[in-house]
């Protein structure tokens, strides 16, 4: 289970490295991550919000940065020409944002690099199933592997009040979606 930790310095100082949660498809990456997104603690220490974006084998850089933009300014006509463009643009609005940019998804190095532009208090949080993208990205690692069956009828049964007191239903189905 990840934590966010609470912040003990002042706000102008750099607060996180890129984190990587890396593991097989279907082993939940992402999943992982949105729950790390609605965590009390984490909106806490992001104040002015979580950006996400899912990139897949074969992103279209440009209107995804272009997007971004859009989103972090709310000008909604603003398009830039080449990634490059849209990178420094993006990355310049980043700067004064304590931000939890999502990047989800990625496959290849080169499509990491405009998302780790600017926004010194920006965190950066990527899910990937390569290690590779991890060491291009300088970022710390979190494996994300196959969970032990109690840990999926754990999961299963969060948040559900009151727990229930029969716990075969959750196993059964923590089984059949192969923990």
């Keep these: 289970k990840m934590k966010a930790h609470k912040q003990t310095h002042p706000r102008e100082t750099?607060?996180?490295?890129?984190?990587?949660?890396?593991?097989a498809c279907g082993f939940g990456n992402t999943t992982l991550a949105a729950a790390?997104?609605?965590?009390e603690d984490v909106q806490t220490a992001f104040d002015d919000g979580v950006l996400w974006v899912t990139l897949g084998e074969t992103p279209n850089l440009l209107g995804i940065l272009n997007?971004?933009?859009?989103?972090?300014?709310?000008?909604?006509?603003?398009?830039f020409d080449t990634v490059h463009e849209a990178t420094a643009n993006f990355s310049e609005k980043l700067e004064d944002n304590d931000i939890l940019l999502v990047i989800d998804d990625i496959w290849k190095p080169e499509h990491i690099k405009p998302?780790?532009?600017?926004?010194?208090?920006c965190a950066r949080l990527i899910t990937t199933r390569?290690?590779?993208?991890?060491?291009?990205?300088?970022a710390s690692t979190n494996d994300v592997d196959e969970m032990q069956a109690s840990e999926?009828?754990?999961?299963?049964?969060?948040?559900?009040?009151?727990?229930?007191?029969?716990?075969?239903?959750?196993?059964?189905?923590?089984?059949?979606?192969g923990e």
Excluded: W
């Design 130 to 138: 390569f290690n590779n993208i991890a060491i291009s990205a300088n």
């Design 115 to 121: 998302f780790l532009q600017g926004g010194k208090r």
């Design 67 to 79: 997007g971004l933009y859009r989103a972090l300014t709310g000008e909604k006509t603003v398009s």
């Design 152 to 177: 999926a009828v754990e999961l299963l049964m969060k948040g559900i009040d009151p727990t229930p007191t029969d716990k075969q239903p959750f196993k059964q189905l923590a089984n059949r979606l």
């Design 14 to 23: 750099p607060v996180a490295l890129p984190h990587t949660l890396v593991g």
């Design 36 to 39: 790390l997104c609605h965590d």
